[in-house]
């Protein structure tokens, strides 16, 4: 099973007002597995940046003039993506976006039905009124977020894929191997078991009857 996890940063909050995306970032996922393959780009939005907007992600205009235009990797985007289920937190806030771009390009947009909003599983595993931004999912999880100084869609997008898993059930201790029980030996490469061997030596009594069954046997071999 293939799914996308992907993010957007913007010149602000509303498509519908003239904002523009200026960075999308994508994380495949095989089988709920990172496969190792990302999709990134820096968009110029062809319009000023806002100073409240480059405060969240530190995109400036400087930076972003000479970027390629949404246009310019569309078809790269849609061929990373393919039919895959998106992950995105907030769903709503980034297919708006996306699709203002893609109607821009005369491309079809995207279903909302095929995105699956962390936002939404997270209010199902977290407790009522709790915060589901993604920093607060991190630190809920235990994530290590400590890189995220600004925002950035790639790398908001790779954390945003180990929530996700998360909240899967694929980081439940629960779940995990006793890693002290079963860790390596770096010298003998041997694993440490948590407990000895349990002795399997016969008892007395047991090495009596043992001895009274073979005498019954002709020719025994044990007897040899």
């Known amino acids: 099973m293939r799914e996308v996890v992907l993010d957007t940063e913007t010149t602000g909050l509303d498509p519908n007002s003239g904002h523009r995306i200026v960075e999308i970032g994508c994380v495949e996922l095989i089988n709920h597995v990172a496969s190792g393959k990302v999709l990134q780009h ?27 235009c949404f246009a310019d990797i569309v078809a790269e985007l849609m061929a990373f993506i393919e039919d895959a289920p998106l992950v995105i937190h907030n769903a709503a806030f980034d297919l708006g976006f996306l699709n203002m771009e893609l109607t821009r390009c005369g491309q079809p947009t995207l279903g909302y039905g095929r995105a699956i909003d962390t936002v939404a599983l997270a209010r199902r595993h977290i407790p009522p009124g709790a915060p589901a931004s993604l920093d607060a999912l991190c630190r809920r999880f235990s994530i290590d977020n400590t890189a995220r100084e600004l925002h950035g869609a790639l790398l908001d997008a790779t954390l945003l894929a180990e929530v996700y898993l998360t909240l899967l059930g694929g980081r439940q201790a629960t779940l995990a191997l006793d890693q002290k029980a079963m860790r390596s030996s770096a010298d003998t490469g041997q694993i440490t078991r948590p407990r000895a061997p349990r002795p399997h030596a016969p008892s007395d009594d047991e090495a009596a009857a043992h001895a009274a069954f073979i005498a019954t046997i002709p020719n025994a071999i044990w007897n040899g």
């Open 42 to 68: 820096y968009l110029n939005p062809e319009r000023d940046m806002p100073i409240e907007a480059e405060r969240i992600h530190g995109l400036s205009n400087a930076f972003l003039k000479d970027k390629p």
